[in-house]
């Protein structure tokens, strides 16, 4: 109360913009958006339970959100997901990629907006709390999906670490950024097909210190979900490490994402291994799974 207050005043002394529209923050809730702009930026209500797409509602609907709201067989994930061979657990997704929220996810990759960035962790942070299905105690490790080395040295901000280090901060899950690297170049995303998209992902991770992933659960966080081409290719490297469970948390999923994926790479020696990985978790000793992995 307080603190809302001071708020108030300083906000009449020194009025900020908001980092959309730019007009003055008066009384928001948000330090970097205005309330017009805050509630155009709308989390989520139903989604898949496992890739996070939302569910139909209303009208007008895509092909795509039709497909989901038809789908019949299982309540929990929609019929791509049912289709798809992914190694990711579930995806929460905050919000929709359009409109305001494409226009702010936009802004916080410039590190000029840095601090909408933060604050766009936090409302992910209270979405987050209010859900019954985000158990944060199940997680060993929060990990943003990683930079490239050459681009991270050149750059140094990450939009995914700010959103990260906001939820490890809220939850108390220790994050990570040096178990998950990128261990290839991959070119800007932004004017390819989904498909190029996946292709040009794939492989692109490695696990650096597999000992520190065997058995553990991931968090993953990006800031974008375009095709789920990354948080699938980061998931499958971690899976294949013997990670338990691997899931994701993205503030904007576009509409596309969760179409069927491609099949899984020919990498048959790395795939077994994670079959393998797996099925230890069930059965076999630690003696066991070293002669069946040598
Ligand atoms: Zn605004
Ligand atoms: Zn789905």
């Given at each position: 109360m307080l603190f809302q207050g001071w708020r108030q005043y300083l906000d009449l002394v020194f009025p900020r913009s908001c980092s959309l529209c730019r007009r003055p923050i008066v009384?928001?809730?948000?330090?970097?958006?205005?309330g017009h702009c805050q509630q155009r930026i709308k989390p989520i209500?139903?989604?898949?339970?496992?890739?996070?797409a939302p569910k139909a509602s209303g009208e007008q609907q895509s092909e795509f959100e039709t497909d989901i709201g038809k789908?019949?067989?299982?309540?929990?994930?929609?019929r791509f997901c049912q289709k798809q061979d992914w190694d990711i657990n579930r995806v929460f997704a905050y919000?929709?990629?359009?409109g305001s929220s494409a226009h702010a996810a936009r802004l916080c990759?410039?590190?000029?907006?840095e601090s909408l960035a933060r604050s766009l962790a936090d409302s992910i942070g209270e979405w987050l709390d209010q859900r019954?299905?985000?158990?944060?105690?199940?997680?060993d490790y929060i990990i943003p999906i990683p930079q490239h080395w050459f681009r991270r040295l050149m750059f140094r901000y990450h939009p995914a670490s700010v959103f990260a280090m906001g939820l490890a901060g809220r939850f108390g899950i220790p994050m990570n950024?040096?178990?998950?690297?990128?261990?290839r170049w991959t070119t800007k995303?932004?004017?390819?097909t989904i498909s190029e998209r996946r292709e040009s992902i794939r492989d692109a991770f490695a696990v650096s210190n597999p000992k520190k992933i065997e058995y553990r659960s991931v968090l993953l966080v990006d800031d974008v979900m375009t095709s789920g081409g990354t948080l699938a290719d980061a998931a499958r490297a971690l899976k294949a490490a013997g990670a338990r469970q691997v899931d994701a948390v993205v503030f904007a999923r576009g509409?596309?994402?969760?179409?069927p994926q491609p099949?899984?790479?020919?990498?048959e020696s790395r795939m077994q291994k994670a079959h393998v990985l797996h099925s230890y978790q069930s059965s076999a000793t630690a003696e066991e799974l070293r002669r069946r992995l040598h």
């Amino acid at each position: 109360m307080l603190f809302q207050g001071w708020r108030q005043y300083l906000d009449l002394v020194f009025p900020r913009s908001c980092s959309l529209c730019r007009r003055p923050i008066v009384g928001s809730r948000s330090p970097t958006l205005c309330g017009h702009c805050q509630q155009r930026i709308k989390p989520i209500v139903h989604s898949c339970r496992k890739c996070g797409a939302p569910k139909a509602s209303g009208e007008q609907q895509s092909e795509f959100e039709t497909d989901i709201g038809k789908s019949k067989s299982s309540k929990r994930s929609c019929r791509f997901c049912q289709k798809q061979d992914w190694d990711i657990n579930r995806v929460f997704a905050y919000t929709v990629y359009s409109g305001s929220s494409a226009h702010a996810a936009r802004l916080c990759k410039d590190s000029m907006h840095e601090s909408l960035a933060r604050s766009l962790a936090d409302s992910i942070g209270e979405w987050l709390d209010q859900r019954d299905d985000f158990l944060p105690i199940c997680y060993d490790y929060i990990i943003p999906i990683p930079q490239h080395w050459f681009r991270r040295l050149m750059f140094r901000y990450h939009p995914a670490s700010v959103f990260a280090m906001g939820l490890a901060g809220r939850f108390g899950i220790p994050m990570n950024e040096s178990y998950l690297k990128r261990s290839r170049w991959t070119t800007k995303q932004g004017l390819k097909t989904i498909s190029e998209r996946r292709e040009s992902i794939r492989d692109a991770f490695a696990v650096s210190n597999p000992k520190k992933i065997e058995y553990r659960s991931v968090l993953l966080v990006d800031d974008v979900m375009t095709s789920g081409g990354t948080l699938a290719d980061a998931a499958r490297a971690l899976k294949a490490a013997g990670a338990r469970q691997v899931d994701a948390v993205v503030f904007a999923r576009g509409i596309s994402a969760g179409k069927p994926q491609p099949p899984s790479p020919p990498n048959e020696s790395r795939m077994q291994k994670a079959h393998v990985l797996h099925s230890y978790q069930s059965s076999a000793t630690a003696e066991e799974l070293r002669r069946r992995l040598h």
